[in-house]
Each structure stands twice: as structure tokens, then as C-alpha cells.
């Protein structure tokens, strides 16, 4: 099976800069969500449209961001 | 097949060692060849099990590549049981790639040149570039002949410890460059989100330079050309005539800025610390330096 459908853009959450990624494979949808100025992926999630993975990757997102203290 | 950036031709950007990256087009081309192995190391540790490259097998760097009781790299025993059971033998070619631009593919790069593994090779723009270039991907495990092999003793000249790191904030004598985001450099963040190694202290070694790994990477994920490599870690004072010694968080960004000094730019004295800020920030009386 090929890769399709990717595409990225960029989000502004709890003051990150995120960028999201998503494409398609074998009729499912992959999203993950990256620090900008770390260059890490650190959520993800699939789904049966892109919308969906993309909304449950961007849950796990926030989550994680309004959980890493800045000092 | 999706069009993505023109890339300059690796053979063309002016590296001291041009054999130590692959294409992707290169990799499409010798996904049958029984002399190369490719292998997808992530952060991620569930991403090949969402898609890899048809044909490469999966390491885990958390239980593959780490001893799991005390921290270290593997041994040199496991490191070739490893390598055999995955089909790689002494005189095959291993490609590496994984998510993060490369990140643990780089870090075992590194410990494949530790054990003295000739021929061993990145994947230019790793996971993301092949995803992004609609390339095929395979959900099935590889199969795999097991092979003979022999590790040599591991190589310590690109390994830092903790005293090697130690002296040289006392000397000076060696560039210390810190591969983390400029948040962790400050302090203002101990790790980056959703990683869950962390220390007790932010900041960073005194008189290290701040260079981010992600700099030496274009938008695709793969390597910059050698002159624009070299305005940056020169235009940060790090040099060719000086040892240099590298970090990260835990080792596995610095081990890609280590790949780029080494063998992309060609500095002779390269080593990696990979204990890092998780070794020294945790350490009661250590010296840091903090704005």
C-alpha cells in the first residue's frame, strides 16, 4: 500500500508552535502532532477521515503541552 | 508520487563522506538487494507497526539498544546477537531511517560504529520523506535468515563519560555543543513535551554552545549542504581544529549532530556524550549554567 494525502500545517497551543501532519494509508487516516522548536512528535492517533485522526491527536496534544511546566 | 522539494544530490553538497547517506529513491531501488538490511528505529516505538518501508525490520531503541538493567548501551555479545537475528552479517549494508529525521536511526548508527560495523548508512530525510513522497509501505514483519556475526570491541574513542565531560568544562580544551531546543538550553523547560525522561535541574553545561539539531535539516528532513553546515557550527565557534563533544537530553539528537560533525563535515575528534542532561542535571553539585 502507498501513502497519500499527506499534508502539514502549523497551530499555536498553550503558546507552542505545533506542527500537524496527516495522510492517509489503506483507508485510515494518520495524525501526529510535533513541537516546532523541539522538532518532536509527541502525539498521535488514527482515524477513519482525517478530521478525526486529526481531533483526537490534537486532544492528546493539548494534554501533554498544559502538562510540561515552563520555569 | 507526491512531489516534494528539489534536494540537491547527496553526491553534490560537498561532504567529507557523501557513502554514509542513501536516497530514498536509492532505498526504493534496493528493497530486494540480500546485501542491504534496513532497519526503522523511532522515537515513536509504534510506528512501524503503522507502516514501514517493505521489507526493513524493527528495532525498539528502549529495549533494543539500551541495556535494560543498568544504563547503558548495549554489550557487545547482545549488540551482535541483534545483528544476527536481524539478518545482517558482517559485510551487509544497513540502511537506517526512522521518524524525528532520524534521531534514534542516528543513535544506532552511532552504537553500529561503536561495534565496528563498516557498512552501515542513513536514509536522507528518514520516515518522514518516504511518507511524504507517497512511497509504499509495508504492515508485515520482514522476513528474516538469521546470520552469523562478529562485533568488534566497542570503539570508545566516540563515546563521552562523565569525567570526559567533566575535565573539559574545567579545561576548556574541547567545543561542548548542546543539540536540545533553546527552551531546554534555558531551562525554562526540563524535557520536551510528552518525553518522559527528565532531571532535576534545567539549564545547561558551562560553555556549551547551543546549536538545535534541527538546524542542519531542511524542510524535508534531509542534510543540508556541507557550506551551509559549516556556517553553522563555525558561526557558533565550533571548529575543525578542536575535539568536540556532544549532548542532548539522552543522547539521541547529539548522536545525529555527532553523524553531521563527523562524517558529513568530517571532524576528526567527534564523541557523544549520551548520558547528557539527564546525567549531569541530575547530578548533586554539578555546575550550571542558567540566564
New interface residues.
Given amino acids: 500500500m502507498n501513502t497519500h494525502d499527506y499534508a502539514t500545517r502549523d497551530l499555536e497551543i498553550h503558546g507552542w508552535t505545533v506542527r500537524v501532519t496527516s495522510y492517509a494509508t489503506g483507508g485510515r487516516y494518520h495524525a501526529s502532532v510535533e513541537s516546532v522548536d523541539v522538532g518532536a512528535r509527541f502525539a498521535r492517533a488514527d482515524g477513519a477521515t482525517r478530521e478525526e485522526a486529526e481531533s483526537i491527536a490534537l486532544d492528546k496534544a493539548r494534554e501533554r503541552l498544559a502538562r510540561t511546566p515552563r520555569r | 508520487?507526491?512531489q516534494t522539494q528539489t534536494a540537491i544530490p547527496i553526491e553534490q553538497r560537498g561532504y567529507a563522506d557523501p557513502r554514509v547517506l542513501v536516497s530514498t529513491e536509492w532505498v526504493a531501488g534496493h528493497l530486494n538487494d540480500p546485501n542491504v538490511r534496513i532497519v526503522e528505529v523511532d522515537?515513536?516505538t509504534?510506528s512501524y507497526d503503522?507502516?514501514h518501508v517493505p521489507g526493513a525490520v524493527g528495532w525498539n531503541w528502549s529495549t533494543q539498544l539500551c541495556d535494560p538493567v543498568v544504563r547503558d548501551i548495549i554489550p557487545q555479545a547482545q549488540f551482535a546477537r541483534l545483528m544476527g537475528e536481524s539478518g545482517i552479517g558482517n559485510d551487509t549494508t544497513v540502511v537506517l531511517y526512522g521518524?524525528?529525521?532520524n534521531?534514534f536511526a542516528a543513535w544506532a548508527f552511532w552504537q553500529l560504529k561503536i561495534y565496528g560495523h563498516e557498512n552501515v548508512v542513513l536514509m536522507d530525510g528518514g520516515r518522514?520523506k518516504w511518507?511524504?513522497e507517497?512511497?509504499?509501505?509495508?504492515?508485515e514483519p520482514a522476513a528474516v535468515a538469521p546470520r552469523s556475526y562478529t562485533a568488534n570491541p566497542p570503539d570508545l574513542s566516540l563515546r563521552a563519560f562523565l569525567p570526559d565531560v567533566q575535565a573539559v568544562v574545567t579545561s576548556r580544551s574541547a567545543s561542548l555543543v548542546d543539540m536540545?531546543?533553546?527552551?531546554?538550553f534555558t531551562?525554562?523547560?526540563?524535557s520536551?513535551?510528552?518525553?518522559p525522561e527528565t532531571c532535576q535541574r534545567?539549564g545547561h553545561i558551562p560553555g556549551a554552545a547551543n546549536i538545535?539539531?534541527?538546524k542542519v535539516c531542511n524542510e524535508d528532513g534531509t542534510f543540508k549542504t556541507a557550506d551551509e553546515l559549516r556556517a553553522i557550527y563555525e558561526g557558533a565557534g565550533v571548529t575543525p581544529d578542536r575535539p568536540v563533544i556532544t549532548y542532548c537530553r539522552i543522547g539521541e539528537r547529539s548522536s545525529h549532530s555527532w553523524f553531521v560533525l563527523k562524517y558529513l563535515l568530517g571532524y576528526g575528534d567527534v564523541r557523544n556524550y549520551d548520558g547528557s542532561w539527564t546525567e549531569w542535571g541530575n547530578l548533586v553539585g554539578a555546575p550550571v549554567e542558567k540566564p
Avoid at chain 2, 134 to 139: A, D, K
Avoid at chain 2, 180 to 184: A, G, I, L, N, T
Avoid at chain 2, 192 to 195: A, E, N, Q, T
Fill in positions: 508520487m507526491a522515537v515513536d509504534t503503522q507502516g521518524d524525528n529525521n534521531w518522514k511518507l511524504e507517497g512511497r509504499e509501505l509495508s504492515m536540545r531546543s533553546p527552551q531546554e531551562g525554562e523547560i526540563l520536551p513535551p510528552g518525553l534545567g538545535p539539531w534541527g
